[in-house]
């Protein structure tokens, strides 16, 4: 059914549910339908109109001007159906005859008569003439517009206005999305582990949402001369501090609260306030302190360290919290003094010396050293003298000795059936070691250093073992006999 039409538009029905029915401007001139009145955007589904019911024509409208469905279809394009109704007989239009006649004269065919007006009315029936031919072009294209209607009311619904802050940045759009993640690669927002997004990455997107991304900073965050590296979503140091759980009142930061943390990130210092309790002079103080190190902590407490005053800890550790820390008041004296340096011995093997027996090539020199001690007083307690200084004056000189490994002989023709035992027991006590109160014999048999070198023995003779004495002792017997041993030279022969 076709409401309204000329020779470019036609106004066709479409129902909307089982209550409304729409009027659609169908038109094959550009810009026609937008001055066509109440048009509408059909949807699908259209259903033919109830048995005993018609859209409305423009003589219901003339005839009830002030209805309220009519002011609703003026705005709206939406007709109610109305009840049919018998048409009134026809009357003979005026002046029928004479047009025919006229258009006789002139050789055109005839128009058909028009429906009269009804009896007695004075308003011509202003329905237009529909010809076949505008018809035949103009419903189809209303078909295509009512397909195409439809598919943009299901194109509009799936449309949703949507919020999204970016670092704070707000911007409202438009999008057909079905999740956050989907609206964000569709505006280019790239988001990793560090970065966060609300509602989450996998929410569904509804109209009217609010999204929020706030991309991680890194933050080198040294804490009491702790450092790390933390990854905070704030954008400024106060924000940061509370989110990363940092206790700040009262402490020293490097930089103010209010400073911006871009993208970069941030190097931030902290010292949190402690509580420290210093020892000085007999008293006892409690401060609480940001300070850096313990001198500094010692300085705010008003106490003067001077000459060599020191603390009990390291002046440049870093204070911690609840630390006791004593100042020391250091008073002395340095003294400088020579102790020797003891020399080192080296030792060969030698196969032409008898076994035991040792020969000094070099003698071993001792050397040098210049030690610097100081003598001092700590909060009036003297301590024991402690080694500040050491110097090598003049370096020692190592002792190289031979050390003997040929066999020793077991006898001496001539001298070997005597009373050797005896002879040393009443020489020395029987002592291999012994040395007269002179120190000028020693050994068991009693030898002077010249009288053991000339027999072949080396070093000194109290020195070389019992059997090299006792060797040596008999090859003297034989040289010299008894004569050596004046006194205890008898008890050789029993």
Known sequence: MVLESDETWARVPVRIGDRRTCGVVVSNAQGTHRAARGAATPVPGVEPEAAGTRLPHQSDWDAVPNSS????????????????????????????????????????????????????????????????????????????????????????????????????????????????????AQQGVTVGEHDLVAPGPQAELHDGDQVEVRFGRPVTLTLDGHRRLLWTTADTVDEALRELGVRAEGAHLSASRGSSIGRHGLDLDVRTERTVTLLADG??????????????????????????????????????????ISVLRISGTEEVREEPVRFRTEKHKDAKLF???????????????????????????????????????????????????????????????????????????????????????GGLYQFDTRTWHSLGGSGRPQDAPAGEQTFRAKRLYIQRGSSPWPVCGRKLGG
């Open 355 to 441: 076994h035991g027996t040792e020969a000094v090539d070099t003698p071993g020199k001792a050397g040098v050293r210049r030690v610097t001690y100081a003598f001092r007083t700590i909060n009036g307690v003297k301590q024991r003298p402690r080694i500040i200084r050491s110097e090598i004056v003049r370096e020692p000189v190592t002792q190289v000795v031979r050390i003997g490994t040929k066999p020793l002989p077991t006898s001496v023709a001539g001298a070997d059936g005597l009373n050797w035992q005896g002879l040393a027991h009443c020489e020395a006590g029987g002592r291999p070691h012994a040395v007269d109160p002179s120190g000028t014999y």
């Open 283 to 324: 008293r006892e103080r409690t401060v609480r302190t940001n300070a850096a190190t313990v001198r500094e902590v010692v300085a705010q407490s008003g106490i003067t360290l001077q000459n060599q005053d020191t603390t009990s800890v390291d002046p440049e550790s870093f204070p911690r919290e609840g630390q006791t």
């Open 69 to 184: 469905w009519a002011d609703e279809a003026a705005a709206t394009g939406c007709f109610p159906l109305i009840p049919e109704q018998e048409p009134a007989p026809a009357a003979a239009p005026v002046g029928a005859r004479t047009a025919a006649r006229r258009a006789a004269r002139n050789g055109r065919r005839p128009e058909p008569a028009s429906a009269a007006s009804p009896v007695g009315g004075s308003r011509r029936d202003s329905r237009p003439d529909f010809r076949p031919d505008s018809l035949r072009k103009l419903l189809p294209q209303a078909l295509v517009v009512a397909f195409l209607a439809g598919g943009t009311v299901a194109f509009l619904a799936g449309d949703k206005d949507v919020q999204l802050t970016v670092d704070g940045e707000p911007r409202t759009l438009h999008t057909f999305a079905d999740d956050v993640g989907e609206v964000l």
